[in-house]
């Protein structure tokens, strides 16, 4: 069955003090794998997407890059800005649905 | 201009009642979706509509029944609640039938009690 988990479940970084989430997901033919970043009573905001092994996307101080089980987000330098959760989502080629990841609850302080 | 907007943002109810969210969308998107985010935090898909036609249906009670009007809209009704529906639904819709780029509403909150 085609899943997804996250690690680790909380963080809390320093303001500056780069960092990495992992999303390891097992998809039987990978169409793509989604980052999200989800705010306290906010719906999730669509971040980037990865469609094969070797790919980096970038967008400002955060950096998602993929194999062929693990996707990483590397946040460097982050800001209390950046606190949020951070969902992790593949879709599989045999199939339509977007599938979850629980998430990482980042929290950036001063 | 809200992209996707649900209503309403909060529903209190007691057990047994019926009740429906209401989502539309202004993106000119044809693929619409409702996800269930419970106490966990996971996001699970339960309905998704490709131009008013049912896609995808995921097990879900049959208490819960979508509704696509149009393809700018997407509603959810739920009869006879209890207390395992409460958790947050998300709406959401996607250029494509086949993207996990998706454009979330902010929730709708159901308690039940």
């Known amino acids: 069955e085609d899943q997804v988990t996250q690690s680790p479940e909380a963080l809390r970084l320093q303001e500056g003090e780069s960092s990495s989430l992992n999303c390891s997901y097992t998809v039987s033919g990978l169409r793509g794998l989604f980052w999200y970043r989800q705010d306290p009573g906010k719906g999730p905001e669509f971040l980037f997407t990865l469609y094969s092994a070797g790919e980096e996307k970038e967008k400002e101080r955060l950096k998602a890059t993929l194999t062929k089980k693990e996707s990483f987000l590397h946040i460097t330098a982050p800001k209390p800005e950046d606190s949020a959760t951070y969902l992790c989502a593949v879709q599989g080629t045999s199939y339509d649905k977007v599938i979850f990841g629980p998430g990482t609850s980042l929290s950036v302080i001063p | 201009d809200t992209a996707v907007s649900q209503t309403p943002k909060y529903l209190v109810t007691q057990m047994g009642n019926d009740k429906s969210i209401k989502c539309e969308q202004n993106l000119g998107h044809d693929t619409m979706y409702w996800y269930k985010q419970d106490s966990k935090k996971f996001l699970k898909i339960m309905f998704s509509?490709?131009?008013?036609?049912?896609?995808i249906n995921e097990t879900v009670p049959n208490r819960f029944s979508p509704k696509s009007p149009d393809k700018a809209h997407l509603n959810l009704h739920i009869n006879s609640l209890e207390l395992g529906d409460s958790a947050v639904y998300f709406c959401?819709?996607?250029?494509?039938?086949?993207?996990?780029?998706?454009?979330f509403g902010e929730g709708s909150r159901l308690t039940v009690l």
């Open positions: 509509y490709n131009n008013k036609e049912l896609i």
């Open positions: 959401a819709s996607s250029r494509l039938r086949n993207t996990g780029e998706l454009f």
